[in-house]
């Protein structure tokens, strides 16, 4: 039996894997990929060594309210609250010169910026794209999701506790 044949219940047979989509002569592996990365329901933004931002994905456009014509190009400060940009671009420029960063096996939850200019609550994590003969990355990229609803029910659950153990008026303990 060969590495990619294993058994199933069905003895004899291989069991599936993606190997057949990537055999099709009208889809190339890299059209895949492409195909992927654009449908995730999860936005996907890329941002080059500048923080500009370089892909941008439909759901990126659902998140944020920027389409990729209005988003690709540009800074990310577009998303970035103004409070939170020297931090961040501060933490950018290191990881990009040191090709180095704590958060890339992290999920890291931050405030961002709505096109409307709501703020909005998000979650994502970080990959750093290097090409083979480099350790230093030349894009940053992350996928991304809306947490606004879950960060809004756990500041409403503290407030509670606090409330809770303050012994206020609407303990249940008192």
Do not use: C, K
């Not at 654009?38 to 996907?44: I, K, L, N, R, S």
């Amino acid at each position: 039996m060969t590495p990619s044949q294993h058994r199933t219940g069905d003895e004899g047979r291989e069991a599936p894997h993606v190997a057949p989509l990537l055999d099709q002569r009208t889809l190339t592996s890299e059209t895949i990929l492409a195909l992927l990365v654009t449908e995730f329901a999860d936005a996907v933004v890329l941002a080059d060594a500048d923080g500009r931002i370089a892909f941008w994905n439909e759901a990126a456009t659902r998140l944020f309210g920027f389409t990729a014509i209005e988003a690709i190009g540009r800074s990310l400060d577009l998303i970035i609250p103004e409070r939170f940009r020297d931090r961040h671009w501060s933490g950018y420029q290191q990881v990009m010169a040191s090709g180095r960063t704590s958060y890339g096996d992290r999920l890291l939850e931050v405030p961002a910026l709505h096109r409307d200019g709501r703020s909005l609550s998000i979650a994502f994590t970080v990959t750093l794209l290097r090409r083979p003969d480099s350790r230093r990355p030349f894009a940053i990229a992350a996928v991304i999701r809306d947490d606004t609803q879950r960060w809004q029910e756990r500041r409403q659950l503290r407030a509670e506790i606090a409330e809770l153990r303050s012994g206020g008026v609407d303990s249940p303990h008192r």
